[in-house]
C-alpha cells in the first residue's frame, strides 16, 4: 500500500460511508434557535460580538475603543506589551537590529532590559539555537510535506523526546523549554522547508546553519538564501514584522488554546503543539497564506488593477461564495477586536510601502491598498456588522514575505516562529498564577433514551 493510498477509503466503502455521512449530519445538528434561547456565548462572544471575559493578564493589552463623553466609540486600535505601546517600541527599534529579541525579553520577564541584559539575552538564545545532526536528520528531514505549519507541529512534539525531563511543569522547567523553543524554531522552519523542496522539487539540499554574529531576523534571511546575502531594509522589516506578531492578549485563539491545555498540566511541547495548530487555521494565522493565494486569484480575474467596478463585483461574488475558496470571506479582513484599525496592519502597510519601492513592485502595492478599501465597503454592504470593520495584520504581511523572497510556505511558520514568544509569556502566566483547569459549560440539547439490545435495532 502506498503512503496516499493508506489513508483514502476504498471505492467500495461508497455506499456506506455515505450513509455514515449522512447519520452524522443530522446527527450533529443542533437547532439554531437554541443558542439565543440559552444565551450561549457561541465563540466565547456576546450577543454584541465582545469577548467574554475568561482571564486576566499583564503581557498586553489590546485596545480598539476609546470613551467620548462617557460613550464607548470605536477608534484606531492600539497595542502594549508590558504597559508599552508597540508603536512607540518599533520606533525605538528605528536604528537596532535586535527588535524581536529584545521584545521577547520584555514579554517574558515584563520589563525593558538594560543594555547589559540584553546582550546577554541574546547569548543565551544564540547558544540554544543548534540542532542535533541526529534531530535534523531523523525528525526534520523525515515525512516532509508541502504544509510546513504540520511539519513545524511534528518537529516541535518530537522534541520532547530530546528532552530529559519533558514532564515537569514548573516555572524553571519551563522557562528552560520556552527559551529553547524561542531559539531553535527559526531553524527547525526553515531546514523543514529545504527538505521539502529537495525530495518534493529536486532542489539541491543546502543547509545553512545559524550565523552567531546575526539576528534571529536576519538569519533567517541568511539561513534561506542560497547565497545568505540580504539588504540591511530587508533584514529590518523582518525584525518589524517579528515584533508585531510577537503577541495579542490571552484571548487570540492559539494564545488562548496555550491556556485551555496548560491548565491540563499538559508538557510544553504538547502545549505549542497545539497553539501551532490553532494558528494554522485560515481565520487566524493561516489567513496570511489565504491573503497571498487570494491574490493571485483577483490579479487572475482582474487583470486591470484599476477598474474598481470589476474588483468590487468580484470581492462581492467573494462574499456571496461564488468565487475563490467559497467561504464567503475575505481573507484580511475583520477582527476579533479591533474596529476601525489594527494598528500592526498600519506599520506593516508602511514597510510594505518601502519595500515595493525598493523592489519596484509599486503596482502591486496599489491593488492591495484599493482591495482593503474597496473590501471593506463590500463586508460592510454584505453582512451584519458588530463594529466597522478593518484591515488585519495578514493583509500586507504576505506581501512584505513575498519581497522578501520567502517562500508562502513560510507565511504562517513566521507568524509562528515569533508567536512562540508571547505563548510561552502567556504559559508561564499561567503556570506562575497555578490557574484553575479551564472547563466551560456545554448544555446538553439532545433527549435522554432507554437503552436498545442490539438484535432489537431497526434501521
Ligand atoms: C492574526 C489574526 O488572527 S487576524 C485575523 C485573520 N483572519 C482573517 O483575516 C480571516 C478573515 N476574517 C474573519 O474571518 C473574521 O473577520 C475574524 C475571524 C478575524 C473575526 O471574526 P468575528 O469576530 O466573528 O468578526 P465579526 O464579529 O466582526 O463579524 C461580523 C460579521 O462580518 C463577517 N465578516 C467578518 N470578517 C469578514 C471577512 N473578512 N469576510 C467576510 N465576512 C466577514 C462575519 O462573518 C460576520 O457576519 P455574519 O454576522 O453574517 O456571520
Ligand atoms: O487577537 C486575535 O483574535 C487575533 C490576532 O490578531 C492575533 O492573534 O494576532
Request: charged share 25%; glycine share 6%.
Amino acid at each position: 500500500m502506498s503512503n496516499v493510498t493508506m489513508m483514502e477509503l476504498s471505492r467500495e466503502l461508497d455506499e456506506q460511508f455515505d450513509r455514515l455521512l449522512k447519520e452524522c449530519m443530522v446527527s450533529g445538528e443542533i437547532d439554531q434557535e437554541l443558542y439565543t434561547e440559552y444565551d450561549v456565548k457561541r465563540g466565547l462572544r456576546d450577543a454584541n460580538g465582545k469577548g467574554v471575559l475568561t482571564g486576566l493578564t499583564e503581557i498586553s493589552d489590546v485596545l480598539s475603543y476609546k470613551s467620548v463623553d462617557g460613550k464607548k466609540m470605536p477608534a484606531n486600535g492600539e497595542l502594549y506589551f508590558q504597559g508599552y505601546n508597540v508603536k512607540e517600541l518599533i520606533a525605538g527599534f528605528e536604528d537596532r537590529r535586535y527588535g524581536f529579541e529584545e521584545t521577547t525579553y520584555l514579554l517574558l520577564f515584563g520589563s525593558l532590559p538594560t543594555p547589559k541584559q540584553l546582550r546577554s539575552f541574546v547569548r543565551i538564545i544564540k547558544s540554544l539555537q543548534e540542532l542535533s545532526g541526529q534531530f535534523l536528520r531523523d525528525v526534520v528531514m523525515k515525512a516532509t510535506n508541502k504544509n510546513q505549519m504540520n511539519a513545524l507541529q511534528r518537529c516541535i512534539l518530537t522534541l520532547y523526546c530530546y528532552d530529559a525531563n519533558p514532564d515537569e511543569v514548573t516555572v524553571p522547567n519551563v522557562l528552560r523549554q520556552s527559551l529553547q523553543l524561542i531559539a531553535k524554531m527559526p531553524q527547525i522552519a526553515v531546514h523543514s522547508y529545504c527538505a521539502y523542496r529537495h525530495f518534493h522539487a529536486d532542489d539541491t539540499l543546502v543547509i545553512r546553519l545559524p550565523n552567531k554574529e546575526m539576528s534571529i531576523a536576519e538569519n533567517i534571511l541568511q539561513m534561506l538564501r542560497p547565497d545568505g546575502e540580504f539588504t540591511e531594509l530587508e533584514a529590518k522589516v523582518l525584525d518589524v514584522a517579528l515584533v508585531l506578531h510577537a503577541e495579542h492578549g490571552g484571548g487570540n485563539n492559539s494564545t488562548f488554546t496555550n491556556h485551555v491545555v496548560t491548565s491540563s498540566g499538559t508538557d510544553t511541547y504538547s502545549a505549542t503543539a497545539a497553539s501551532i495548530a490553532s494558528l494554522k487555521g485560515p481565520r487566524h494565522g493561516g489567513a496570511n497564506l489565504k491573503v497571498q493565494q487570494m491574490f493571485a486569484d483577483i490579479k487572475e480575474h482582474c487583470p486591470d488593477y484599476e477598474d474598481e467596478k470589476t474588483l468590487t463585483r468580484y470581492l462581492e461574488d467573494m462574499l456571496d461564495k461564488k468565487v475563490f475558496d467559497k467561504s464567503g470571506l475575505i481573507y484580511g479582513m475583520g477582527h476579533a477586536v479591533y474596529t476601525l484599525s489594527d494598528p500592526r496592519e498600519v506599520i506593516l502597510k508602511e514597510y510594505a510601502k518601502r519595500l515595493s519601492e525598493e523592489k519596484g513592485m509599486q503596482r502591486e502595492y496599489g491593488l492591495y491598498e484599493r482591495v482593503e478599501r474597496l473590501a471593506g465597503e463590500a463586508i460592510a454592504k454584505k453582512r451584519h456588522l458588530f463594529k466597522p470593520i478593518c484591515a488585519n495584520v495578514d493583509f500586507y504581511s504576505g506581501f512584505v514575505y513575498s519581497m522578501l523572497g520567502i517562500p508562502e510556505e513560510l507565511y504562517t511558520p513566521i507568524f509562528a516562529i515569533s508567536r512562540i514568544s508571547g505563548w510561552s509569556a502567556h504559559r508561564l502566566e499561567e503556570v506562575v498564577n497555578n490557574g484553575k483547569i479551564i472547563r466551560p459549560a456545554y448544555k446538553y440539547v439532545g433527549h435522554h433514551r432507554s437503552y436498545i439490545a442490539l438484535d432489537d435495532r431497526r434501521e
